[in-house]
């Protein structure tokens, strides 16, 4: 394999870990010390995922950044699961992959509100995973509900991949 014929995925990956290494950075020293923008997103996610439970009629309460239906001590939306780190690495995907500039302007925040409602309904989920199978709370957070996250991310990339605009085949 020569680098002349792979020029294409060496830039890209390249991108790539550039923006994870800024996007790494910004976060860590900037974004989370600050911690404003975190609470934001987290308490929004716990209020609005408050409202699709009231419509199922749950009897829920919530509290800054915890949610949870009455009888169980609820579940607190805490830094690394309000999204935020998810959706900088998607705007890495997104902006480290070849595309058309208008098209990725009006891609990325659709993306974004993607990600959000999909987080949404994943601590809505928990919440009544917490409820009514408290033994598998855990393996549904750290795994199931993680890996529909994550899989809903990989979908918006492929989709940018297809529509986004095709790289040259040179």
Not at 9 to 15: D, E, N, Q, S, V
């Amino acid at each position: 394999m020569k680098f002349s014929e792979n020029k294409a995925i060496y830039l890209f990956a390249g991108k790539l870990l550039a923006w994870f290494g800024i996007w790494y950075l910004f976060y860590e020293i900037w974004l989370l010390p600050d911690g404003r923008l975190d609470a934001f997103l987290s308490v929004n996610i716990v209020e609005v995922a408050g409202g699709i439970l009231s419509l199922t009629g749950y009897d829920f309460f919530l509290a800054s950044r915890v949610i949870g239906i009455v009888g169980t001590n609820g579940i607190i939306v805490v830094n690394g699961c309000n999204g935020l780190e998810a959706i900088g690495l998607f705007i890495g995907f997104v902006m480290s992959y070849p595309g058309d500039k208008l098209k990725r302007v009006f891609f990325i925040p659709m993306g974004i509100f993607v990600i959000y409602l999909v987080n949404v309904f994943r601590i809505a989920a928990l919440v009544l995973i917490q409820y009514y199978y408290p033994a598998g709370f855990d393996f549904a957070h750290d795994y199931s509900t993680s890996a529909i996250f994550y899989l809903a991310i990989f979908a918006m990339w492929v989709i940018w991949i297809n529509f986004g605009q095709k790289p040259d085949a040179k």
